[in-house]
């Protein structure tokens, strides 16, 4: 097996940027004090806990207050979903809405709570992979407690229509969560204005390390720890906090603000020539709506094929994608996401998705073109 020399699967995971690392090095080597001791190694941290938190509060458009650090997106959509699930109980109401092809990280907290009594409508995605928002006009109830649709699709990259959601939900005065894992660094996001009431972030997706990510709750929003036994985070989330991994993602936050509109007009030429090139290929469908979709991502169905021996293949030839989410890798079932969108089984399974990133070249994309060719 070659060593990869071309990396297209940065909705799995990201290189980390240099000036991230930059920024955590001396809060791994000098700097390293325990942010909730009084002495001066412990103030200096806490310092940096709390520069981390305002920044990321300015780029999301909240109060630094609201921001809380975690472990990454998983434990931001558990909290976000039970913590919310919590308050529902507490005021009499059981129903939750999202859609069919969220992250598992969603998914699976909600299939517990419908085995503990609570009442959760699956949106369809329909086959261009979007949530209408009449059919969520017609799902809320007066019993409805949560509404989590995440941002954009971990899959198939398409964009969902977050401002009118939280328009819709803010109306009815009903909470309103979105997964943005996927979507904070591909798309605009600021709370305020798309009336979000809580949004999960993770830094590996934005070329920070792994093991940190944060969960923004809105400040009336009910809000319950996942993780107790400290009183760390206004008690919120207990747990020495990784100041190294904070101020980390802090920088890759404000970076990823910051080059958004370069990277969008850097990957949107890769992505719609990728897109017309892989269609001319025999059998080869594009999954999800051709334009609302991150720029960043794209995903093909190729009939007749199996999309681990294609992704497989690539790797022989030094070049990294995936057949679907990373999170799902080695399981035996046909994506969640490409069966909401109403391919078979054999289609789902026939997949590859393509991730780029800001640092992705015009010669990685003649790479995975010329090596399809050649495989297909």
Known sequence: ?????????????????????????????????????IYALGRRSAIALNKARSLCAEVLGCES????????????DNTAVYSAARAARA?????????????HAILKPLEALEREGFNVTYLPVYENGIVRTEDLKAALTDDTALVTIMAANNEIGTIQPIDEIGTLCRERGIPFHTDAVQAFGNMRI????????????SGHKLHAMKGVGLLYVKGAAPFFPLISG??????????????????????????????LPDKTAHLLPLRERLTEEISALPGARLNGDRRLRLPSNVNFSFAGQEGETLVLKLDLRGIAVSSGSACTSGSLDPSHVLTAIGCTHDEARSSIRISMS???????????????????
């Open 1 to 37: 097996m070659s060593d990869t020399t071309v990396y297209l699967d940065n909705a799995a995971t990201t290189r980390i940027s240099d000036n991230v690392l930059e920024a955590m090095l001396p809060w791994l080597r000098e700097s390293y004090g325990n942010a909730s001791s």
């Open 65 to 76: 207050r609201e921001i809380f650090f975690t472990s990454g997106g998983t434990e931001s």
């Open 91 to 103: 005021a009499g109401k059981r129903h939750i809405i999202t859609s069919a092809f969220e992250h």
């Open 190 to 201: 600021n709370v305020r204005e798309q009336n979000i009431d809580m949004l999960s972030l």
């Open 230 to 259: 400290g009183s760390q985070q206004s008690g919120k989330r207990a747990g020495t906090e990784n100041i190294a991994g904070i101020v980390g993602l802090a920088e890759a936050v404000r970076d990823a603000a910051e080059h």
């Open 358 to 376: 800001r640092y992705t070249t015009e010669s990685d994309i003649d790479a995975l073109i010329a090596a399809l060719k050649e495989i297909i």
